[in-house]
């Protein structure tokens, strides 16, 4: 009897989502939303220190004070970081999950890669990578100041002016954006087909949207390496 009521238990509903290739998406493309969103603040955040290092300073403290005296001191700073990082986790986790499948389900290779598919869909998984290994060094050079020799605990300014005022930084930085900027182009208008945004009418909208927003995005955290290096920020 016991058997048998195992074998009629029907799985959660949860359980039956993320197990389809349409939840993992669907996850895949809420997760990415949620990260655009972020690096959309983000890079505003970032601009603010062409205003100088009393305004981008102050812009540091309020992000660890935002939301008092409801909150606590670095309380808003600290979800904003676990809504973060649990996008970041179930992105990474649904794309691998899918490759693994689309691999499974095609065990021998293409004879000749599909010419329509372009440099960003082909580089997409390489792109991840690139982007979660940029994570890890980002953290430890501006958010621990672990592996940024001449950084000053709060004083983000200086910290960034630090950063980039070494030949490596600057590579790094650069090279990582142009992942970012890559896999948003392409993983935005997917997500939109994802969650049934786009259809035949609105796929032009869409792609220049996905276009646009990665190119503002990219050139927006590429401008201040580069305003470090020409000493416009200093």
């Known amino acids: 009897m016991a058997l048998a009521t195992r074998r009629d238990r029907q799985p959660s509903p949860t359980r039956t989502f993320w197990g389809s290739t ?136 200086e910290n960034v002016v630090a950063t980039f005022s070494t030949w490596y930084g600057n590579v790094i930085y650069i090279v990582a954006m142009l992942a970012v900027g890559l896999h948003i182009r392409h993983g935005f208008w997917s997500a939109a087909q994802t969650l049934g945004v786009g259809n035949a009418a609105r796929d032009r909208a869409l792609k220049a949207l996905a276009n646009g927003l990665a190119l503002v995005l990219t050139a927006g955290f590429i401008s201040v390496p580069v305003a470090v290096m020409t000493g416009v920020v200093s």
């Open 22 to 157: 349409v939840g993992k998406k669907t996850v895949m493309a809420v997760s990415g939303l949620i990260m655009i969103a972020y690096l959309v603040a983000h890079v505003m955040g970032n601009l603010k220190v062409f205003f100088g290092p009393g305004e981008f300073n102050a812009y540091g403290h309020w992000l660890r004070t935002m939301g008092e005296p409801v909150l606590h001191y670095e309380w808003g700073l600290w979800i904003a970081r676990v809504v973060l990082l649990t996008a970041v986790i179930a992105h990474g986790v649904s794309a691998y999950q899918l490759s693994r499948r689309d691999i499974r389900a095609r065990p021998t290779a293409y004879a000749h890669k599909r010419r329509r598919a372009s440099y960003a869909t082909r580089t997409m998984r390489w792109g991840g990578v690139i982007v979660a290994l940029f994570i890890v060094w980002h953290i430890l050079d501006l958010t621990t100041l672990t592996v940024n020799p001449n950084a000053q605990a709060g004083h983000p300014y």
